[in-house]
């Protein structure tokens, strides 16, 4: 059954690309997607090159988003990065609680929800990040692990802050391997956290949140992905950094 949901198509560039990078790559891909008005385009380039990569997309329907926040506005948090400050320097969205933030710098779904609501004061779209691991997995402990992120990161949110935030599932098994979730696999995670999200927000509200898909996704596999109901965009990473990649990803149609 179709939707009426606006597919948003993400970019994470990780840590990747100067500010100098960032020019270069937005002058190829803007021209590629100028009539892609299907879907919202968004990239999430490291912190210092968010300047650079609002001014590149000034005018156009591409949007910036931030990979990562810290939840208080301002203060002694040497090496952070607040949210008011983002969106004052032109960012819109900002990813939150990815599996590489939670692998390697500590975050939890407290913190999860504790950025997702510092995001959304600061007027930010949050994507926050699920997904279970190869050993969660193979362990039958999948729809265990994305009901305890959802549990404990986004359902303590309030329906009017929850009504702002799209999900991003990515299994981590498929994050930079090059094994992407088969299309039917990916839709049954998506399934089984929109249907936590009903149980929580209600019908309507589960029938607005935009999950995206992440985890290898190549211009070869999209389409693919995307014919599925329930997958409402994709969280891109490798795949983002071309210009040519990235367009014909957005451009799966
Ligand atoms: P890859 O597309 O490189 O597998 O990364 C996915 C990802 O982590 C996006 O956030």
């Not at 919202?40 to 990562?68: D, H, K, S, Y």
């Not at 404990?152 to 990515?170: D, H, I, K, M, W």
């Amino acid at each position: 059954m179709a939707n009426n949901r606006t597919p948003i198509m993400a970019g994470n560039w990780k840590m990747f690309k100067t500010p100098a990078e960032t020019i270069a790559f937005f002058e190829k891909f803007l021209p590629l997607v100028e009539r892609s008005t299907h879907c919202e385009i968004v990239i999430c380039p490291p912190f210092v090159n968010i300047p650079a990569a609002v001014q590149a997309v000034a005018g156009t329907r591409v949007e910036i988003g931030a990979q990562n926040l810290f939840w208080e506005k301002q203060g002694a948090y040497t090496g952070e990065v607040a949210g008011p400050m983002l969106a004052a320097a032109g960012a819109r969205w900002v990813i939150i609680g990815h599996s590489e933030r939670r692998q390697y710098f500590g975050e939890t779904d407290q913190t999860v929800f504790k950025k997702t609501v510092a995001a959304l004061e600061a007027g930010l779209k949050p994507i926050v990040c699920v997904g279970e691991t190869l050993e969660e997995r193979e362990a039958g402990q999948t729809e265990a692990v994305l009901a305890r992120q959802f549990d404990n990161g986004l359902a303590p949110l309030s329906p009017e802050q929850f009504s702002r935030v799209s999900v991003a599932y990515e299994p981590v098994w498929a994050i930079g391997t090059g094994r992407t979730a088969t299309p039917e696999l990916a839709a049954e995670a998506h399934r089984f956290l929109r249907e936590r999200v009903r149980e929580r927000y209600g019908e309507e509200v589960a029938a607005q949140v935009r999950i995206l898909y992440g985890g290898s996704v190549r211009p070869d596999n999209v389409r693919g992905l995307m014919a599925q109901d329930e997958i409402d965009g994709t969280l891109v990473g490798g795949a983002s950094l071309d210009p040519d990649s990235f367009a014909a990803i957005v451009n799966y149609l």
